[in-house]
């Protein structure tokens, strides 16, 4: 017998189980029979596609039994793949998901928010451990002849020895602590898999002794019975009017260890040229490494009711990946490998088709539902933005779906409410980018807008540097930035030319005093009460997207320089051209400039020489 410490990772999900998941006990018995059925799944494929296995004698089921008796136990065995040696070490001693250390990092301390989040990523089989204080695991590999007895109680170490099984497959036997043994009752495993698991393909069979009972109440006779206690058909297989909300919402939980319902979701029977049938949810939080490269597919793969993958990316479009759920096809071959499937003409097309169905319904429900879909905008409106560059296909309908934030509403807005709120002469759509929500509303780029009452749409995600400009016209109307030089056409007044006159010296002077810093300086038609803002020119990047091209390691980026706009009806700018201290001048150009950047959130180059203006121009104010 050998003895193993778990490593790391599963003492602290250990931790967290018996912490943060308390209310949600019962959930063992869902992820012990989760993990038979993905181990039927798996020999059953075998069994029809390796003909190593093709003689295999494979009776699919899952079986469960109880002692109610002083030493209360539950044990869950299958007929499945089965673990060898190596495997139970490491299946069972590690958390070899991808995407775990993301997971644990994400975690808060906050019991509530954790159990939401351990809900999420799966606790499965360690869950036992809420219920149990020691658990046994007898496994025999599919084609192997030795058996392997895994046994621990939770507590930072297990032990493998060699045991004997008959026949292929798993057996968990779960010796009850004082909060499990409640389960050990035919009544409530009966309930539980009723809820979570009546619809896992296999059978399941409990088996339970029965009493009869004479007239007196007395014990006549004792019998065992075995009962199949699920009704092992593919929920999705079944037609839509057969099936109520609670089906749905429980086979959710099933398969996404979800601890929620889901927002909402969408079944459809393609039938004609393709066979096939889709079931896909939206889960109410989106998933916790929605965000992570190594992020978990949502979608699992069948071919008639046979379970392919869970671990295919490219079944739907990366920008979808937070959905689940699962497409079963009619006509893929069952040996269908990832490379095949990548290219698969069948596969494509079901893909296609799926993605419309999706966004179909995301239109729909944005009209219908509007509230449900400020609840999907608040968790998956970057996705979103993320398919606006990646599927032009479905381009124009996607963009409806995108929601900004804006000057004008609380909340969220569509592109087309802002059309519908456009002043009759307005020309463009105006965005503005380039940092957080705050800095951004507060941004003087804003001021002239504000007062002409000209919505802007507040970017403020990092991704809308790179995704709105792409959307170049919504219907039409140009969308314009408005930190860039020609974005002031709907600002423009009768006196600018005047003034433009007037303030030639000035701008003369502060041009010579900054030099190279600036592309250029011009009066501003956009600033009310701020005496400078910082905009680019047409063609070149902003400050913000040359920031993420530099974090993205490109360095080999030509030096842009702003333009310097100012404000000519602000009492700086005014004074300045009455002054004749060359110095004195050059020392407040430089103020316009750097407050300018500090306003937008940007660096001022030289922090020290900026303070020592600062100085020397207070100090002749005071
Ligand atoms: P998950 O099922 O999400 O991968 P678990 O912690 O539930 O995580 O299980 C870890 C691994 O142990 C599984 O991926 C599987 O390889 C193995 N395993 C668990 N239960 C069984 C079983 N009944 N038969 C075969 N393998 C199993």
Known sequence: MATHKFR?????????????????????????????????????????????????????????????GDHKTITVADTGIGMNQDEITEQLGTIAKSGTNGFLSQLTGDAKKDSNLIGQFGVGFYSVFMVAERVEVISRKAGEETAWKWESDGKGKFTISEAELDGNGTTVVLHLNEEGTEYANRWQIQ???????????????LRYMKAEYDDKGKEKSKEEKLEQINAASALWKQAKNDLSDEDYKNFYKTITHDTEDPLFWLHTKAEGVQEYTTLFYIPKQAPFDLYQVDYRAGVKLYVQRVFITDDEKELMPTYLRFLR???????????????????????????????????????????????????????????IKEGLYQDFANREQLVDLVRFKSTAVDGFTSLEEYKKRMLGEQKAIYYITGGDEQTLRHSPLLEAYKKKEIEVLIMDDEIDEIVVPSIG???????????????????????DEKKEKELKPVVETIKKALGDRVKDVRISVRLADSPSCIVVDESDPTLKMQEMLKAMGQSD?????????INPDHEIVKKLAGVKDEDFAA?????????????????????????????RVVGRAV
């Open 8 to 68: 790391t990772e599963v003492n602290q999900l250990l931790n967290l189980i018996i912490h943060s998941l308390y209310s949600h006990k019962e959930i063992f018995l869902r992820e012990l029979i989760s993990n038979s059925s993905d181990a039927l799944d798996k020999l059953k494929y075998l069994t029809l596609t390796d003909d190593a296995f093709k003689k295999l004698d494979f009776d699919p089921r899952i079986d469960i039994s109880f002692d109610e």
């Open 191 to 205: 309930e539980v898999v009723k809820k979570y698991s009546d619809h896992i393909a296999f059978p399941i069979y």
């Open 325 to 383: 759920g699962v497409i079963d096809s009619e006509d893929l071959p069952l040996n269908v490998s990832r490379e095949i499937l990548q290219q698969n003409r069948i596969m494509t097309s079901i893909r296609n088709a799926s993605v419309k169905k999706v966004l179909g319904e995301l239109t729909r429900i944005a009209l219908e539902e509007p509230d449900t879909y400020t609840k999907f905008s608040e968790q998956y409106n970057r996705p």
């Open 473 to 495: 016209t919504y219907k039409e109307t140009e969308l314009k930035p408005v930190n860039r030089a020609d974005a002031g056409e709907d600002l423009q007044g009768e006196s």
């Open 557 to 565: 980026l030509p030096d842009v320089k702003p333009i310097l706009e």
């Open 587 to 615: 020392d407040v150009a430089f103020l316009l400039l750097d407050q300018a950047l500090l306003v937008e959130g940007a660096q001022v180059p030289e922090p020290a020489e900026f303070v020592k203006r600062l100085n």
